[in-house]
């Protein structure tokens, strides 16, 4: 989404569903580095890595310190994505860290009637 000021126009809203390729850590630096002037940034179905999660998380950290520069954003769409525990528990602190859940993101979950299945079949008769 663009948005027009003192005729500049400037992106506000970022939408990034490829599953295709996945965020590795240099792609999620590149987007860190927008925090600063979009609002919005959708990743759902995404593939994130833990590097790229841990650039997230350093760019909010690296905002309190003493000549961060402010994050402008207010929103970090992850839901659908494939996320390790770690990547959740980074999320998870972010959001503690801010006040507010500037990321959205959605644990998968497991079917419990398959969980202790051993069979690759998943029928009913497991």
Known sequence: TLQM???RRRLVHLIFQNSKYAVDEMMGEQFAAMFTSIHKIDLRRCQVSDGAIGRFSSMFINEKEA???????????????V???EAIDRCTEINRFKLCDIVIFKPLEVPTENKNCLCSCYRSSC
């Open 83 to 85: 996320l390790s525990q």
């Open 67 to 81: 000549g961060g520069s402010p994050v402008a954003l207010e929103k970090l769409d992850l839901s659908e994505c």
């Open 5 to 7: 000021r003192r005729e």
